[in-house]
């Protein structure tokens, strides 16, 4: 096949451009059930002596669970009840605390938060019961749970009256893959979008407290599934800087910042990105040699001014009724060359560009002043052959892989994954464009990323790889770009997320819960070895 034919087919799906923004893809919301019951007798009781009576009040029961991050801080892991009236106790209770929105595993120990009271001021007794089996009697209590669902229980009683209250907890399994062996000078990375407003899709998590950015990037990408680098994508400013000074605060080894303003004409991005540039410095010069700047992503697509669109969609739409010829790589190399002086006024760090496929193998990197070389680089069925992974097809791409070492410059494959159908791994970066006639697998999925790396790990010339996505933006652009309607199965399908999001609602932002699925065990599975 040849290199234009392979533009072509890019061209004509769109994927890679659908893949690197991240559009979608979030599912029902279920938030873990809580039950209160009424006290085991009348809930009052008269004492009787022979002057007075005294009237006795229940105790009310109510706890809330939490967990503990790796910066010392406990995380709320359910929201509160009142037992008297059903109505949350986050007002008081759980005011400005951060919650724990992904499923615990079974190694994370649970704390149980006693936030029983009693009218009468009597002294309480308390029984903690895990799955119907007694626990402990103390106030709080701190423990493991077992895999799957489980019924929490608290029993407290005044001496004359008893109440109880039950909640439910859905635990994730610490992980369903045997290790294997990461090759150690390979920077195991993923892309971390916060927010990104796709015009027609939207703004997602735009208000994203920093509190939620350090669980996610620090106590889930970084401490569990054990990546020593981070992608981080956006066109907020203030994210930017909030997520990038959280991980630099971590134990991560490398920071890439990618911005991407999709509203703007390309010869307004310089001064845009030097901006951005100037606010980072300080986050710069205290951690020197860890943050890397992006002079783009895929920027034919990202702005106006190469391809025709004055909309992201269209853009990408039009990309694939063209032929990206020489004269629109030049158009490109030339928007590097401007952009690159804009980010050197106050970064002498590391520069990289992360490049789409119907750009790379044509740009003379050789001339540009960028420091590293990005593939955003998938498996393409029309370059590789039909079915994924064939001997023929994988040797093409490592040699692909390999074309770029010419170059003299560290070569990090920025992008790679799969939407969460049968076939999509031979789809590529193109799989959002199937998704919906193909059948949904969070399997196939993962055994992709599985095949991915196990390439990465022979491959010496790649010096980084960094999965798409950890969790991706709402998306409401099915109907736009594809003429299909909106439905939470396509949205589930079409997801390059290796978490399973459940949100109140798919199409706007707020409060959720999101579950491990094989692609986040897959990639977890990965593990360096020191030597």
Known sequence: MSKVNRRKFIAAVGGA?????????????????????????????????????????????AFALGIDSVSGETYYLLEELNPATGSSLESDVFKDKPKWNLNPTTEQVI???????????????????????????????????????????????????????????????????SPKKLRNNLLKGIIYIPSMNLEYIGVNRRNLP????????????????????????????????????????GNFDVVVVVPRYLSLQLEDV??????????????????????IIASGNEISVDYKGII???????????????????????????????????????????????????????MDWGTLDIDIIGLNYYWYRSWLGDEAWNPTGTQKFIEGLGSYKKFGKPIWVTEFGSVTTKNGCKHGGAGFSYAIEDEYDAEAQASCIKNYMDLFNKVPAVEA??????????????????????????QKKATFSILDYKGPNPLEPGDYTSTRKPAFYMYKSYQRVES
């Open 465 to 490: 790889c960094f999965l798409g996505d950890f969790i991706q933006p709402n998306s409401t652009e099915w109907k736009l770009y594809t003429g299909e309607p909106f439905t939470i199965e396509n």
């Open 111 to 177: 704390k149980f938060l006693n936030h029983s009271t009693d009218a009468d001021n009597d002294n309480l007794s308390y029984v903690w019961s895990l799955n119907g089996k007694e626990i402990s009697r103390e106030k709080d209590y701190s423990t493991t749970f077992y895999e799957g669902e489980n019924t929490l229980r608290l029993t407290n009683s005044d001496g004359k009256l008893e109440t109880y209250m039950e909640k439910k907890i859905t635990i994730d399994p610490v992980q369903i893959f």
């Open 270 to 291: 310089p001064s845009r990105i030097g901006e951005l540039t100037k606010k980072l410095k300080p986050l710069h010069e205290k951690y020197r040699g860890r943050l």
């Open 308 to 362: 025709e669109g004055d909309n992201y969609f269209l853009r990408g739409y039009n990309l694939g009724r063209m032929r990206f010829g020489s004269s629109d790589v030049k158009k490109v190399e030339d928007a590097i060359r401007q952009i690159v002086p804009a980010i050197r006024e106050n970064f002498d760090g590391k520069i990289i560009y992360k490049s789409g496929p119907w750009e790379s193998w044509q």
């Open 210 to 249: 920093k509190e939620r950015i350090r669980l996610e990037i620090n106590d889930i990408i970084n401490e569990e599934l054990g990546c020593n680098a981070i992608s981080i994508e956006s066109d907020d400013d203030d994210l930017f800087f909030d997520c990038a000074e959280v991980a630099l605060e």
């Open 17 to 61: 451009i659908v893949a690197a923004a991240g559009y979608g893809y979030y599912q029902y919301f279920k938030r873990p059930e809580s039950t209160t019951q009424s006290p085991t007798i009348s809930p009052t009781e008269t004492l009787t002596t022979s002057t007075t009576s005294v009237l006795n009040r229940p105790p009310i029961a």
